[in-house]
């Protein structure tokens, strides 16, 4: 699927396919740090412990709470992409769009909620 | 795109949407039961269960983000397919590297 920046296609599974693909780069970005923050474990708990001590500050929460967001609307976004492209479903797929992302949403609030 | 490389990046994201919603139960578990660094690697450590699911986990995001980064540099940066196909790839090893060695630092 080729997709070019282009604000004057904003229909519902435009922007989707945008935040599909913008949550996917993000995701690619974090995912190093991610890895280098497990692999802390390797040179001991205290260290890892720590670092899991800096993630209480409240900003750090908030950022998880983004991720979770990227996380659940990259996997929902791709769900659909997989439905669309093997199923041959076309219908109300604005409306799958737009609920993928309230469900991120939703759930990277309850994640805030319950780490906060 | 070509076909291959379609191929591998929607069988990688079959893969990775069972991979995903299971780790996001883990994270909700794990935020829900404010598990320490030391409760979770009680619990991953010397399971093998746990390092085929993160190291398949790995292995298949690494080269989902790989294919990933290279459609978005030939679209949105215009780079050229061989050059992008190469940025592709080291960004894809690195993170098998990257996220082998995490694995194994949190199930050995």
């Known amino acids: 699927m080729m997709m070019r920046l282009d604000s004057r296609r904003a229909k519902p599974t435009w922007v989707a396919a945008f935040v599909h693909r913008v949550s996917g780069l993000a995701l690619a970005i974090f995912l190093p740090v991610h890895f280098y923050v497990l692999g802390l474990a390797l040179n001991g708990e205290a260290k890892f412990d720590g670092f899991l001590r800096w993630t209480d500050l409240p900003i750090v929460k908030l950022a998880e709470a983004g991720l979770v967001f990227l996380l659940v609307v990259h996997m929902l976004g791709g769900l659909r992409l997989l439905l669309l492209e093997n199923s041959g479903w076309r219908e109300g797929q604005a409306k799958l769009a737009t609920s993928a992302g309230g469900i991120s949403i939703v759930l ?9 | 795109m070509s076909v291959r490389a379609y191929v591998w990046q929607r069988g990688t994201a079959v893969v990775l949407v069972a991979l995903v919603a299971v780790h996001l139960g883990m994270i909700f578990y794990a935020t829900g039961k404010q598990l320490t660094a ?48 190469i940025f592709g790839g080291c960004f894809g090893a690195a993170l098998v590297a990257l996220g082998l060695r995490a694995v194994a630092a949190v199930v050995l």
Not at chain 2, 56 to 63: K, L, M, N, P, W
Not at chain 2, 73 to 79: D, I, M
């Open chain 2, 38 to 85: 030391a409760d979770i690697l009680a619990r991953t450590r010397g399971s093998v269960p746990w390092a085929l699911f993160y190291g398949t986990f790995v292995v298949a995001a690494a080269v989902h983000a790989s294919i990933g980064i290279q459609a978005s540099l030939v679209e949105w940066l215009s780079l050229n397919r061989r050059a992008a196909r």
């Open chain 1, 108 to 116: 990277a609030i309850v994640f805030l909620a319950r780490v906060l």
